[in-house]
DNA sequence: TCGCTGTTCAAACCGTTGCTTGAATGTCGA
DNA sequence: TCGACATTCAAGCAACGGTTTGAACAGCGA
């Protein structure tokens, strides 16, 4: 065998190697898995849950991400929590989405399709929101469950969990809202500011979820 | 069907749709020819060529990446050249290497079967190298083909194309020699590297390869 | 128009993978 | 030690994807 031919088997199984961590995210419900892990550490039964998945295939994929690095876990008991293995990991999955957004033939569409009609919701980013909060302009909302907000939040947030949306319709009338949940392609915020809007108020959502939030090392506050 | 299946099967597509970002990424040839694109457009024969490949496979895949939205072509005259969407897939790119190198296991063994044991080869980065040329102690060589140097290199770089690396031997003796490629997967920077060892003479890669020395808005000389 | 060249298409083969089902493993509490 | 619970394993099916082969389809030059 030649010297080039064996380097080109040995480049060939390197790139393959680059390859099984895109094999890792070419799984819809592995992507969604990742999206859940980036905002904490679960069990398996749990993401099993969210995702409307059995909990055999849920560990299966789990063991595929394993696998290729992207997830780490530990055992805590009788049950295994699983979390992303680094920050690195958070970034693929940003450019990963980033990419889908701006090049994806019919993105659009499956984002319509899942987050409605997104030009109705007003848009702000992190330096702005983090003004107007420091003027006393807006009031924060943070919809996501209360154990994600328990185990962080933005400082001076309010909790309306995604199943009690009811409570925004008692929030104080004097400052505009602006509503955070788990990042961009989430829905609850999207949601809640549309439920603002019906009621006469003026709302947007922020831009980044709490782990973009966080990876930008922007404050956060942690408890009840 | 409740509104809670509806937005179930919603997400899944919407998901199912940021995979096939991770699935364009999921062969090993693909993932060549994002790295070979990243330095600059090739026909589909030359992709062919550069990948041991056939023609109408590398087609295939080129359509693939295209439908992901990773590629873009563009017919000129009877060839029909493809190039990178955008500068959001070198990064997409740059993310995947770098959660490979530090997350997958085996990825030690699958580099060093590539590109030989690298302990040996005395790395720098961009900030160092433009302070040491500045100081004038380092002779810079561009170990790419010469088509690549001309569309773009190093201010000051000499030409070493890869199958030339007797050039080397030849080079004036009085600095030491800093080498950059393609990037930090390519092996013709730490071939010369290694020559240059051999010859006794002290030698050392950069880091970066050109499209991420272009990417950081680093100086760039065209043509020579 | 014809032939040449670069590129794409279509079909077929075969290995891989996502998901389901049912059983096995492992850990904790009684 | 036993039973309950969380997780993993194994087998099987259907669908998908990488590669090869051979043919079809442009543009271009004569």
Redesign the pocket.
Known sequence: MTDTTTRRIAK?ALYDGFA?IG?AL?????AEIVELLAQGER????V?RELD????????????LARAGLVG?Q????????RLASDDVLELWAAVRRVAAAQLEGFDELATGYLGARDEVEVVDRDEVLDRLARGEVLLVDVRPVAEYAAGHLPGAISVPPDRLELLDDLPADRDVVAYCRGPYCVYADDAVRRLHRLGRRAMRLEDGLPEWRRANGPIAVGG
């Open positions: 060939d099984t094999r070419a799984a819809g419900r592995r069990s398996v039964e749990q099993a998945q059995s909990v055999a295939n849920t560990s299966h994929h789990l063991r595929t876990s055992r805590s008991g009788t049950h295994v929590r699983y």
